[in-house]
């Protein structure tokens, strides 16, 4: 007797299940290869992604001038702040004849933010909307890279203001760079001269395509808080790269395309084309996040964003784990453990470890510092196994208030009993400190 699989499974078991004979590699190396779009695809269609990206366009529309203005005021007084208005017309011109107004009026409300118009009260709320659209920004990136504890508030608020000071001198400089090589002789020749016009032309819209990848593999390194790998940033950037250029082309077809549109809502058509836009902007974002994580971790692919949900088997043994590597680091005054490196080292996600870490804080046998560095709370001989055993069976405090309630069986309780009575026994008396020096 058959079982039906149904459509996706049986995607699923030929992706993943079924290998190539040797002799094909070319069909191997495709197998592989299309793993990755249908991961995509998978974690595009649950709709995680999607809420994500509609919330990060409500936190654009609220802080997109301010977080220019803010940009604007550090290259201001380097006498360089319209450098940027090319920037914002790029970004904005998929939406079609419009971008240019657009864009008039995005510089108008940008000009129009100043200190002495807003005052002490209203620079401070520009200056949180600026904060909390990056921390917006870092959670969706740490739910694509599986990362469930953000950054400290002293690295959320170091690390974000150096990325909105030197991001705008960084981008200044590039474009500042490719206006000089725009105004040498021999480009200018070159562009003038109709054999080679439509090259330079090209040559011109794929710097562009550059610099918004380049924008990208920055973000998919800086922003998760986890250490990402260059290759893995790269890939990332490189795809989101060519997806923002080619929607961005398609998007502009459509705009002009959509007459219907225009007559339907007027004056609103734009800001609807600029709204959606900006959607698809962000969605592609994530989706590059996301690849970059699969391509650090390609064993997460069959996965992909389902919850993983540890045993207690295994959420003993990383307890245990990551007690004994923060006392041996602490014994050989070594430094310590971070959180993210310790994720790596025991090859398991973040989000998976975090909850086993919170159990060990709450029981008072390990501390997180600010820097997100993994240290005992104690002395090591204080900290018996028993105890790190007993904080990350289950939730204490929620089986000690429903134990009460259970109507257990007598039998039942009388094995499960022998079987703690079995483990105290085994661990006995010994500490951290004896375990981590034997």
Known sequence: ????????????????DSEPPLRLAPARWLLQLLRYPYALVRDLLT???????????????LSLVPLAAFAF?????????????????????????QADELTAQFMRFVDNVRGGVLGSVGLALLLYTVVATIQKLEEACNFAWHVDR??????????????????????????????????LDALRWLTEDPAFGGLVSGL?????????????????????????????????????????????????????????????????AIFLAALIWIYLSWLILLLGAQLSFYVQNPRYLRAGQVP???????????????????????LAGAPPWRLRRLAEKLEIPGSALSPVVQALEQSGLLTTTDREEVLPARDLESIRIHDILLAVRDEQHYETWLLGR???????????????????????????RQLAAG
Do not use: C
């Not at 999607?50 to 529309?61: G, I, K, P």
């Open 406 to 432: 259970a109507a257990t069986e007598p039998a039942a309780d009388a094995l499960a009993d022998s079987v703690d009575a079995a483990i105290r026994e085994r661990t006995g008396e010994l500490t951290l």
């Open 204 to 268: 011109g819209r794929a710097g562009v395509w550059l610099f918004v990848t380049a924008a990208f593999t920055f973000l998919y390194l800086f922003v998760p808080n986890t250490r990402v790998r260059l290759r893995a940033a790269l890939l990332g950037g490189l795809t989101a790269g060519a997806l923002w250029a080619a929607s961005g082309a398609l998007f502009a077809q459509v705009v002009t395309a959509s007459a219907r549109m225009v007559a339907i809502y007027a004056g609103f």
């Open 308 to 330: 993983v949900r540890l045993t207690s088997r295994l959420r003993e043994r990383l307890a245990l784990s990551a007690m004994l590597l923060a006392a041996r680091a602490f």
């Open 47 to 61: 709709g995680e992604l999607n809420l994500r990206a509609m919330s990060l366009v409500y936190t654009t529309l």
């Open 1 to 16: 007797m058959t079982v039906e699989l149904d459509p996706r499974r049986r995607i699923e078991r030929l992706l993943f």
């Open 73 to 97: 005021a550090v290259l201001k007084g380097l006498g360089i702040h319209r450098d940027l208005e090319p920037l914002v017309y790029e970004f904005l011109r998929p939406v079609g004849a």
């Open 150 to 183: 953000p950054r400290s508030l002293v690295r959320r608020i170091s690390e974000y203001l150096s990325l909105m000071v030197v991001g705008p001198l960084v981008i200044a400089i590039a474009l500042g760079l490719l206006g000089a090589v725009a105004k």
